[in-house]
């Protein structure tokens, strides 16, 4: 008898292997960041962690044609949600903001949700008329459209961080499909301007980005978060403190294991430890656009812009959140993919890299002859 050789994809298998890395990570610095916090989180994030290598296991045995048939449905998902989380009654507050939905015991992120479902939307809409945004361009406008509305109501909920990553996803997205680069700097331009015009408008914002300019001015007030993120960076000097052995998460740093968890790496692994954090997720990302560039060149569309839209939501969330810990950006309360607490955000992080990682095996596993056929796979 032979023994029968398992030929494994080497760009899977790198994903995959990062991937792994990142959720073991990940778990390690939950448990670290919580110790100090009354409740077991580490024991809640490794509940998440098996719902989220569930629903992983889910995406990635739908084939892209099932996604692509039905891609209407996840603009009229995350509409449905966005609106049911600001419904009296539906909607439940937490720290100020309306942002969740109370299902049985489960509280359901309506954001989270909704970049999975306008992924497909926005992959299936360039998709079906790619053709027609080079004879008509204003043809682009419609799915922008569509997303600034879902947008728009997650601003209502406060939630202006996910809306701002959302919408700069999507002119992402849409500048690869071919939307004009002068077009993509007008909406870029435009979008910075009314930031900047919500921002004037809510007291709260304009304490955070006074707090933003000089932290130090106010430590014990709005410039308290980021304070206690900047003595945790300079405690952690080089080699950091040792992984347990951080003082800023024990009731100084507040959602150390969250939005601040990079700060908390930082002190207990040094600049040493965060560097090499980013350098794994930048390598992460890449591979992802990689997969991305190499589905468009074969000629699958869908699969293209969703991995497109996958790499660069987590690219520009990533740099939000280590741009706030160190102090480059105004606070906002966007978690670190794959590293932060959470249950929504890992588990439809989870989701979102195995359908890259379903896209990345059909490119991969399809004979060079036959790629064009490898669309709906």
Request: proline content about 4%; aromatic content about 12%; charged content about 10%.
């Amino acid at each position: 008898m032979t023994a029968r050789v398992v030929n494994i994809p080497r760009q899977s298998l790198y994903l995959l292997v990062t991937w792994v890395v990142l959720l073991v990570f990940g778990t390690i610095m939950v448990g670290s960041a919580s110790v100090a916090m009354p409740g077991d989180y580490i024991v809640k994030q490794l509940v998440n962690l098996c719902i989220s290598l569930f629903l992983a296991v889910v995406v990635l045995t739908i084939p892209l044609t099932t996604w692509t048939r039905f891609y209407w449905l996840g603009w009229i998902l995350s509409l449905f949600l966005v609106v049911l989380v600001l419904v009296p009654g539906v909607g439940y507050e937490v720290k100020g903001a309306t942002r969740w939905v109370r299902i049985g015991g489960f509280s359901l992120q309506s954001v989270e949700v909704a970049k999975f479902g306008l992924m497909i939307f926005l992959a299936g809409y360039l998709t079906r008329y790619h053709d027609m945004l080079q004879q008509s361009p204003n043809r682009i406008l419609i799915p922008l459209a569509m997303v600034f509305i879902v947008c728009a109501l997650v601003v209502a909920e406060p939630d202006l961080g996910s809306a701002a990553v959302v919408l700069a996803t999507t002119l992402s997205v849409l500048f690869m499909a071919g939307a004009k680069l002068r077009f993509v700097l007008l909406m870029v331009v435009g979008g910075a301007l009314l930031f900047a015009l919500m921002v004037w408008l809510e007291p709260f914002r304009m304490r955070r980005m006074a707090a933003f300019t000089d932290p130090w001015a106010v430590p014990f007030d709005t410039g308290y978060q980021l304070v206690q993120a900047l003595i945790a960076f300079g405690r952690g000097e080089l080699l950091g403190l040792g992984l347990g052995e951080g003082i800023q998460k024990l009731s100084y740093l507040p959602e150390a294991h969250n939005d601040f968890i990079f700060a908390v790496i930082a002190e207990e692994l040094g600049s040493i430890g965060a560097i090499a954090l980013i350098v794994l997720y930048t390598f992460f990302v890449a591979m992802v656009l990689s997969v991305a560039k190499r589905s468009l060149q074969t000629g699958n569309l869908f699969a293209g812009y969703c991995c497109y839209f996958v790499g660069f939501i987590f690219a520009y969330q990533f740099l939000v959140n280590v741009g706030v810990n160190v102090g480059v950006l105004p606070t906002k309360g966007l978690t670190l993919p794959f590293i932060s607490y959470g249950g929504n955000s890992l588990m439809v992080s989870c989701a979102l890299f195995a359908f890259v990682l379903r896209c990345s095996w059909v490119e991969e596993m399809a004979p060079a002859t036959s790629r064009k056929s490898s669309v709906g796979r």
